[in-house]
């Protein structure tokens, strides 16, 4: 499985929108691209998942580069509750579970 | 509720003991997973479950460790001859084969403090 290099931690001001940058260089052609998120205490929480068109739901949208080698998952007016951990994986469609790293951690200041 | 559950939510033993958790998917949801997960770091695959067969282990997945899904519904995870270094939480997570959008549910984790 490709791995993915996310940064440690960052910031965002409430309201404004978190831009979470993903890098995953060695992705295969045959691998999505999947967010998943942590708040303090309960058990991660998907978000959104891609190919390579950007994707949207309610919850974020999903920027894939051209080249699929990074991506950016946005929170469009982030707030408090937005505060967790967020996850970055990529894995092949038919596979059965997921790999997660270490992920992000946003901290979204008042 | 009709979400994942996990119980106990917390479990404090003494080393050497054995501890048992269970896990409850979501009804239909024919896939179920363990992960373990300790401080600072991301989840960790165990094993997972589709029906009633284990299907794959992770190598983290000691013999002290066994996990069954008798009926193809609830699971359990147990933990023999506890060490310290198995203090984590244990989180379970279900799915449904057929639509395969790689959305796990999780449960809320069980947190076991081994002294």
């Known amino acids: 499985d490709a791995k993915t290099t996310q940064p440690p931690s960052m910031d965002c001001a409430e309201g404004r929108a978190a831009n979470l940058p993903c890098n995953h260089s060695?992705?295969?052609?045959?691998?999505?691209v999947y967010w998943y998120r942590q708040i303090h205490s309960q058990g991660p929480q998907y978000i959104i998942h891609?190919?390579?068109n950007n994707e949207t739901n309610e919850m974020a949208s999903l920027i894939i580069t051209e080249d699929r080698k990074s991506s950016t998952l946005i929170l469009p007016h982030a707030t408090l509750r937005d505060t967790a951990v967020y996850y970055c994986?990529?894995?092949?469609?038919?596979?059965?579970?997921?790999?997660f790293g270490a992920g992000t951690r946003l901290t979204v200041k008042p | 509720d009709t979400g994942v559950s996990q119980d106990p939510r917390h479990k404090i033993t003494k080393r050497g003991q054995n501890v048992t958790f269970r896990c409850d998917p979501i009804?239909?949801?024919?896939?179920l997973y363990w992960y373990r997960q300790t401080l600072g770091q991301g989840p960790e695959f165990l094993t997972y479950?589709?029906?009633?067969?284990?299907?794959?282990k992770s190598r983290l997945l000691s013999d002290r460790f066994s996990a069954e899904r008798p009926k193809g519904s609830f699971s359990t995870l147990e933990i023999q001859r506890t060490e310290q270094g198995d203090s984590a939480m244990y989180l379970c997570?279900?799915?449904?084969?057929?639509?395969?959008?790689?959305?796990?549910?999780f449960g809320e984790g069980s947190r076991l403090t081994v002294l």
């Open positions: 997570a279900s799915s449904l084969l057929a639509e395969n959008t790689g959305e796990l549910f």
């Open positions: 060695t992705i295969s052609g045959n691998e999505y």
């Open positions: 891609g190919l390579k």
């Open positions: 994986i990529v894995r092949p469609y038919n596979n059965n579970d997921m790999r």
């Open positions: 009804s239909e949801h024919n896939r």
């Open positions: 479950f589709q029906n009633e067969a284990q299907l794959e």
